[in-house]
């Protein structure tokens, strides 16, 4: 028992050092180019191409991995093909630019080739990847969660993303649970704003009449019509004074 626990030890740590110098190569491969990447792209399974999407590329870098991974998709059984969807959905199709460092080489250039790049990206992932699996019945709570996800991500790509999804003549896959949580969620934060923009009117209300006050010094201003009621209630008032001074003589 002993000696069967050493030795699945050590095949376990041949295999994650196998992986480790696996990913090190696809990395270099991916940053040189060169003849070597199909190989290397070939050679790598589909947990080591995500993991090297997990840990961020450029998006020129990530479309040759989405490429090798969606090009193997007809060779995926089912239970292979929903894992890798399901890691897919669970990264937003991969749409968030990778990190930036500060003065490395590998920094990404933010511009519009860039993000356009991305949405094309995450758009491939969900048509060789996603729509499958959505069409044969595998759709748990994660595929409701995806497009209020997409919707919100970023700068808009995410938005871009669904805006050609749904433009095609194909179901979308996101099922009546998508669609009502991404209409919940966009009709909620529709009824913030409104409440927001309600508090703000009234905030500025109340500072408007407290300025007009302040200008004014606090007086009061009578109307034209307030100005005829207050003579006549001050003529009575006289008339009054005069009868009882009268009487009393």
């Known amino acids: 028992m002993v000696e069967e626990a050493e030795h699945a030890q050590d095949r376990e740590e041949e295999v994650r050092r196998r992986s480790v110098t696996g990913a090190r190569m696809l990395r270099e491969a991916l940053r040189h180019g060169g003849d070597g990447l199909p190989a290397a792209l070939r050679e790598a ?5 995500l993991s090297v999407l997990d840990e961020g590329l450029p998006a020129e870098r990530a479309t040759r991995v989405i490429v090798e991974l969606v090009r193997r998709a007809p060779e995926r059984g089912p239970r292979l093909a929903d894992a890798v969807c399901e890691k897919v959905l669970l ?7 990778p990190p930036r460092i500060p003065g490395g080489a590998d920094r990404p250039a933010a511009d519009s080739g860039g993000r356009r790049l991305r ?5 491939m992932l969900y048509e060789g990847l996603v729509r499958p699996y959505a069409a044969r019945g595998a759709v748990p709570e994660l595929m409701a969660c995806v497009l ?3 919707w919100a991500t970023g700068d808009g790509a ?11 003549r ?10 009502k949580s991404l209409f919940g969620s966009v009709a909620e934060e529709f009824r913030e704003r409104e409440e927001a923009a309600s508090r703000a009117a009234r905030r500025e209300a109340r500072g408007r009449w407290w300025r007009r006050r302040a200008d004014d010094g606090g007086r009061i ?7 005829w009621v207050s003579a006549l209630l001050g003529f009575i008032a006289v008339a009054l004074v005069l009868i009882v001074v009268l009487a009393a003589g």
């Open 45 to 49: 399974d589909d947990g080591l191409l």
């Open 221 to 227: 201003d009578l109307q034209p019509g307030q100005l």
């Open 170 to 179: 194909q179901t979308t896959g996101f099922g009546e649970k998508g669609w």
């Open 91 to 97: 990264a937003q199709l991969y749409l968030d630019s």
């Open 119 to 123: 949405v094309r990206n995450a758009v």
């Open 148 to 150: 209020p996800g997409l």
């Open 158 to 168: 995410g938005r871009e993303v669904v805006r050609r999804v749904v433009g095609t």
